[in-house]
């Protein structure tokens, strides 16, 4: 969800990309839903886990999990508790895509 935010915050100005350390194999369906609400269009998503070259890319990692993410010095990180949207129902859901997005905004003012 944070990457499909995030890309429609920053209107092509910078770049995301998502993964995860125990990736499914296929998105979220409510997940889909639950963006598609927004008209964002989630469908396409093709899960990847994160590995050592992702991080590398990347000038800020956002982190869900604890201590499964890879740490590279020199990296800008920020954390978020954030619960999965695994097997929930719709509404909490929209719970966690808004409290996602009120949190993609906070960053993205900080870009």
Not at 34 to 42: H, N, R, S, T, Y
Not at 48 to 57: A, M, S, T, Y
Not at 80 to 108: G, M, N, T
């Amino acid at each position: 969800m944070a990457e499909r935010l995030f890309r429609r915050d920053v209107e092509g100005r910078h770049e995301a990309r998502s993964a995860g350390s125990a990736p499914g194999t296929a998105p979220h369906p409510v997940v889909v839903d639950a963006l598609a609400e927004l008209g964002l269009d989630a469908s396409d998503h093709v899960p990847r886990k994160l590995d050592d070259e992702l991080v590398g890319w990347a000038d800020v990692v956002v982190a869900t999990c604890d201590d499964a993410c890879p740490v590279v010095p020199g990296k800008r990180y920020v954390n978020w508790q954030l619960p999965d949207p695994k097997d929930r129902p719709l509404e909490e859901v929209r719970a966690i895509r808004d409290d996602i997005a009120r949190r993609v905004a906070e960053l993205v003012s900080t870009l």
